[in-house]
């Protein structure tokens, strides 16, 4: 009756631990290890990565030749040629860091690395030429038009001796310096109106530096100052005392918010500078992060349960909104011109150049856009703004951010070079930032499921042992309760007097069967022993 009291007190507390452990607190106590993993800790494993990503992502660009320069001076469409991807390695980092405890802030320096990778590009080189629309030389108009139309005639002036006497709009140069090396600017000597916009140039275009080889050559290219430079100091959350607030971003360049768009909304910070992502998100919070280089708050939605190499995800996109009809855009509407159309958003007020940028080949964008040049084709999985995070952890396995950036081109009479341009919105290039996890960090990541499976399983095989044990205890107990327990007999044991009658009696019993088997005693006789019975 113990040993089953026993195993049925035992099974009872093994079922009533595996509920509470495993089903009622586990998924709770997942959660607070989460948390505390994800916090952007002193010592912590994720923080080590957030500061310095330990591989380079894949960085490409898209650029637009034009096969028809000449044609389109004369009021012809453009027609379009993508070239690419260029590969870049792209080495994230961040330095000067400074925590303060008490806020439970992160202040940081971000720093960038580009470094062309000849094994992804393929056949291409970043020593290939192309021909693009001059993006400083049509920049330059549009600012002087919006800003001060009354200087374009000393534009008109500048253009032939800093641009090197153009034919067209268009400039043909290697990949490497349109990208990064950069593209000549002539600063040498000239008239006062080509001196007087040099100087300009030099103090209002980031970008723009000095040769190292001649004197008043100017260098601009397209993304030059973002390589191996310090390009914004960030102020962000920890997370350690709140995991929502897990890298939402407090301050920009010494800045709590913004002062350049037409209310609070969208002038405030809103989201993380989207290199971590707060854990343990639900799907219809969406994903918000900060871009620095659009002044811009940026959402992407949830769109639907994915599966990537065997790991649950879930996807989220991106777009560049529609100022013209949804209300919380219209905040961004560079005023005094007016809204942007569907798919597209102004830069000037953040960068200062008149760059409106738009997803790649204008997908989701303005239909009419699609008309003012040839040979552009968007693809929704080719050109979508995408990231794909792990539900539980937020870790990113799969990321695609992409960008195209245009300029206006439109008929201008004060500037020689635009007399019979077309009106367009003119692509130069598209960039795609891109992840796909994989080696240690996947498999880290891949082995927390694992581990969870086996719990998972763990807890109901507990279950049914539990329930094994109490069974087999109760069928003890009840077994028990039905036998008769009979208790054993002990015989007295014998005196001396009975022992010495029952050995006599013995041997009588063994003389008897040999007279019986007719064997004679030679010893004495039968009358002999008679005699002493």
Known sequence: MKASVRLIFGGVLLFTSTILLGFVAFQGLVELAVKDQTALRKNNE????????????????????VTNPMD???????????VGPYYYDEYKEKINVVDNDAQDTLQYDSYDTYIFN????????????????????????????????????IVNQAIPHIFKEPKSIYLTDKVKNIVFDGMELN???????????????KTQIPGIKESGTQKNILLYSLLGNRNATIVDTIKIMRGIKNNKDLGRVLEVNGKSKLDIWGSEECNRFKGTDGWIIPPLLKPEEG??????????????????????????????????GDQQTVEADKC???????????????????????????????????ESLLKQVEGLKPVKEDHVMTVSIEPLTSAPLNVRIRIQMNLNIEPNQKISIMNNLTTALHPIFWLEDSLDLEGPLFKKISSIFVILGIAHILKWVILVISFGVSGFGFYLYFKNR????????????????????????????????????????????GHEFDRYN
């Open 482 to 525: 039905k036998s008769i327990k009979i208790t054993p007999i002990h015989q007295r044991p014998e005196t001396e007097e009975e022992a010495f009658r029952r050995s006599t009696n013995e041997l009588l019993s063994q003389i008897k069967k040999v007279e019986k088997s007719g064997h004679t005693n030679n010893i004495m006789s």
């Open 187 to 201: 600063c040498q000597g000239g008239n006062f109106a080509s001196k007087a916009i040099c100087t300009q140039l």
């Open 72 to 82: 389109v001076q004369n009021g012809a469409i453009p027609i379009l040629d993508q």
């Open 46 to 65: 994720i923080r080590g990565i957030y500061l310095k990503i330990p591989f380079p992502l894949n960085f490409k660009i898209f650029l637009f030749n």
């Open 287 to 320: 994903i918000h992060t900060y871009s620095p280089q659009m002044c811009k708050n940026v959402v992407l939605d949830y769109i639907k349960d994915d599966v990537i190499k065997g790991i649950k995800v879930r996807r989220y996109e991106g777009n560049l």
């Open 118 to 153: 000849k094994t992804l590009s393929g056949k291409l080189s970043d020593e290939d030429y192309v021909t693009i629309i001059h993006p400083l030389l049509v920049g330059l108009v549009n600012t002087v038009t919006a800003v001060s139309p009354a200087l374009l005639s």
């Open 332 to 366: 961004y509407c560079p005023s005094p011109k007016p809204c942007s159309k569907k798919g597209l958003f102004d830069l000037s007020k953040c960068i200062g150049a008149p760059i409106i940028v738009s997803l790649p080949h204008f997908l989701y964008a303005d």
